[in-house]
C-alpha cells in the first residue's frame, strides 16, 4: 500500500521529463533562461542565504539568555 505514491511520483516525473524536452525544449519567455546553469547558481545562492538567515535567527531570536524567563 505505501509503494502507490511512489509509483505515481515516478510516473509523474517521467511525463514532466518528457514535456520538457519535447514541448518546453525552445520556450524562452525569460531573459535568465539564455543564462547557463541559471538555474543552480540560483538555487545554491539560495541555499547560503538561507543558512545565514536561520543562523541570524537562532542566534538573535531563538536563543536567549540563560535568565530571560525568570
Do not use: Q
Not at 521529463?17 to 524562452?28: G, Q, R
Amino acid at each position: 500500500m505505501k509503494n502507490w505514491h511512489w509509483i505515481i511520483l515516478g510516473i509523474l516525473f517521467l511525463v514532466t521529463l518528457v514535456f520538457e524536452f519535447t514541448y518546453l525544449a525552445d520556450y524562452d519567455s525569460h531573459w535568465w533562461n539564455s543564462i547557463p546553469a541559471f538555474y543552480a547558481l540560483f538555487g545554491f545562492v539560495s541555499c547560503i542565504v538561507i543558512i545565514y538567515v536561520a543562523k541570524f535567527i537562532a542566534k538573535n531570536i531563538v536563543n536567549r539568555d540563560i535568565n530571560y524567563y525568570d
